[in-house]
Nanobody, 116 residues
């Protein structure tokens, strides 16, 4: 059974930092691209950052130079380090494992709220 479990969300002031973690189980983790997505109230889910099996990364323009995605294949973990957080970063953040063009797994999400 495949499981992706996110953690690390919470309430942070503007300018602060958070580190999100995603623990994967039930998949041959090192083979698959992983990604972080987010969905704010009333908006569509959007890509934040992703990382290939080989470690190449890609970021949404809105988070470049502030967020860093990384992975630990030995421990089946993917991380999102978020710095200089802004109120517009407030959203539910989801972890995604892309298995193929037509198959993916999602975590349950973790809430990030940036507010003073």
């Amino acid at each position: 059974q495949v499981q992706l479990v996110e953690s690390g969300g919470g309430l942070v002031q503007p300018g602060g930092s958070l580190r999100l973690s995603c623990a994967a189980s039930g998949i041959f983790f090192r083979l698959y691209p992983m990604g972080w997505y987010r969905q704010a109230p009333g908006k569509q889910r959007e890509l934040v950052a992703d990382i290939t099996a080989g470690g190449n990364t890609n970021y949404a323009d809105s988070v470049k130079d502030r967020f860093t995605i990384s992975r630990d294949n030995n421990n089946k973990m993917v991380y999102l380090q978020m710095n200089s957080l802004k109120p517009e970063d407030t959203a539910v953040y989801y972890c995604k494992a892309t298995i193929s063009k037509t198959s993916a797994y999602w975590g349950q999400g973790t809430q990030v709220t940036v507010s003073s």
